[in-house]
Structure formats: structure tokens, C-alpha cells
């Protein structure tokens, strides 16, 4: 393997001593933009081409230079093992836009000296980023998809599967488990929605914004843009170097991503708890004890719920970086990569390891049933079975209420117990068919309308999410 030692700095002109080993090493940002090697290339590759186009270097230079730009690309390209590559990026580089002006300028002296016309590393970094977003953004929006995927195939699976639905984490009224999953999958919906308008507003190319004020040179910032698969140049050269609104929107979307599988899997640890035993995890997908033998955890979810944190602490640390920021480029910016990067590698894993827990879990759905079995979720549909029959809403609640509290005097467990006669004390509209609509069944099948949990509504909203995909 060649090192591509460098070894020099690009400012190196003005200042002839280099600050100490550490201190070098505390401003340089080499072991984190080296991620956007391959980006700088391409970037490098458009400007190249461009600058020959308007005659500011030579055809034969920038045919050099594009050659030498893609050998190295390929030198720095992942084998098949994902770590092997013909040439080591200098860890002693002070960045990623440096270590590669400088291979260049080792390799070919004076054509590679010629590189760096009409360009600065503020908006060649801001380039960079937004070309690795191009493309890590729609592989994000491929795992979203995936997860979608699979929580709607379950709940397909489950669309007549009975269980509790909570408010306040009391039982409310019956719903499916089909219905709960699937509003899970319209949060990922939403999360993908939201990738999708980052992605339309960061589509523009900032090369050519130079320092903050452009170039005297007469680049053609059109040429470059296509080229680079961009919708056109940004519109005013110091928004281009100063703005992260790109990075700002990329982590809010993030780490509401990672709010919502934090919220799912809370839910999965609680459904795997002894007290609700609604879900058992696949043995790969749990860990066990060091000292208590029985144990069987929810880890994964676990993690999932804490790594949430991370993501927003990287988007509160955006937010307070680019606060009281002055205009336009300040070294601060650098920070942004290593917090964003993050938030992305967390919420591509999160949802991997999410969806194999998820695909991979039993679900006891006779306990979800059982469940449903006191707690009176029916007597909102007691309340409604009185209200078709004529009585005022307010009425109806307080003879169900009332029909309640008899119960829990008598020691029933559900309104059902109560014989007609008994209901009647408490309204005179209930009939034997009563007893029909409180069955948690006729609970979930009289919910049709659109929203609700039948299983026949519930199967349109997946067909419905299915289709945005
Ligand atoms: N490594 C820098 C960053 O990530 C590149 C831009 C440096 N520009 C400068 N004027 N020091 O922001």
C-alpha cells in the first residue's frame, strides 16, 4: 500500500512556522472529512474540467489532472473487504482537501499547483458535504423504507389481532395490533417526507462561492453544477460558504427519526416485561445476565431508546455552533461533520438493528387478547350504543360511567357481567343487544371510519403507506 504523505500545508506561504505536533493535530480534521475523500475528487474533477472550459488552465493540464484525479479515487476506493485500499490517506493531513491537492501536486508538480484556481476550501468543503449527503440521504431514505416494509407486512399479518390501546399507559379502548403498527409505520412515513425536502433544498452547488466573494476568474459555475448532478450554483457566494442550513434540517430529521424508534421500542420493552408479556424477542435478539440466570433483556431496544440522545445532542450542538456565528466562514463549521456524520451512522443503524428485532419477534397474542379482558375499555361503545339510541353524548357517559362503578362494587370485571335488568337502573335504552357491542371484536369492527382500527380500514392505510414506497 502507498502512504500518500504530503506533508506540507497549503497556507504554508504565508506562515512560515507550523504550529506544534498537537496543536497542528487539534485544528486539522483529516480523521473525520477523510469520509469525504471520494466527494472531493468528484468535485475537484468538475472544476478541473471547467477551468480548461473557460480557457483558465490548459486542455492537456486539466486532462492530467482528471486522469491523476481518478487513479487516486480508485487507489483510495474500498476493496471488497471494506477496509483495503491501494493508498493510505496521510493521518498527519490537515484535511481531506489538502491531503489531496497535495498528492496531486507530489505527483505531478506543477499541474497540480494549478487545481486550486478560482476555489477555497469554504466552499470546496461545503461541496463536499453536500455531495455526500446527495447520496447518503436516499440510503437513508432506503432504510426507512425497509423498516416500513416490515412493520407493514406484520401488520398485515396482524390486522385482526386484538389488543388493548393505552392512553395515560391505562388501557383505553380495544384496538389491533395491526392499527398499532401501523401508525408506527406513519411516523417512518412522515421521516421520509422529511429526508426528501432536505435533500430538494440542499441540491444546489456552491462552487464558485471561493473564500465568500466569488473570483475575479471567469468561472462558469453552470458547468460545474450540472456536471455534478446539482439543480444549479447556490444563488449568493457568502450563503454558500456560511450556511448549514443543510446540516441543521439532515439532524432535526434525524433525531426525529430517532425519537420515534426510541418511542417504539419503549413500547417493545414494556410489551416484554413479565407485567405484559405481549411480545417475546428472538433469543438472538436479546442478551442475558452476568449473575441473575433467568434473565432474558430487551437490549437492543434499549439502546436503540438511549442512542436518541446522541442524535439530539448533535443537533443542539449544530444549533449552538452556528449561533452567533459571524458571517461569513469561521473554523467552527468544522465541527459540523463529526456531529452530523454521527447522526447518520446512528439512525442507518438503529433502523437496521430495529427492523431485525422487529421482523424476528413473537407476539403473544393471546395474552393481547386476555388483556383486553378488564379494565372496562368497552364503555365508551356503551356510551355510543346509547347515544344511537337517541340519548344526548353527556347522558350516555355518565349511565356507562355509573354501569361502571356498579361493576366495581359488584366485583365484575366488565359491563357484560351485568344482567339487563341490572343496566336498565342506570338507562332504560339498553337492550339484549348490548351484550354484542361490548364484545372487544365488535369494539374494533364498528371503527371503520377512515383512521380507524378495523381491520379492513387498517388494511387500506397500509395498502395507502404501501404506495409511498
Ligand atoms: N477543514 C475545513 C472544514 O471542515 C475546511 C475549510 C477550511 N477553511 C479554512 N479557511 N480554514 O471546515
Redesign the pocket.
Known sequence: MKTGKTNQVLWAGRLAEKPEAEAFAFQA?IQV?KRLAQEDISGSRAHTAMLAKQGIIPAETAKTLDKELARIAEELAAGPAGELSALAIDKNAE?I?SFIEGLLTQRLGDSGRMVHAGRS??DQ?ALDFRLYLKKALPQLREELAETIGVLLDTAEAQAETIMPGYTHLQRAQPVTLGYHLTAWACALDRDRGRLADALERLNECPLGAGALAGSTLPLDREISAKVLGFRGPTLNGMDSVADRDFALEIAAALSIVMVHLSRFCEDIVLWASEEFKFIDLAESWSTGSSIMPQKKNPDFAELIRGKAGRTTGNLVTLLTILKGLPYA?D?D??ED?EALFDSIDTAASCLRMFRGMTASAAFNTERMKAACAGGFMEATDAAEYLVRKGLPFRNAHEAAALVVRDCIAAGQASIGERTLAELKTRSSLFEEDIYAALEPETCVKNRKLPGGPAPEEVRRQIAELRRHL
Open positions: 480534521s472529512d484535511d482537501h476550501r469554504n468543503v466562514y473554523k463549521l468544522q461533520k
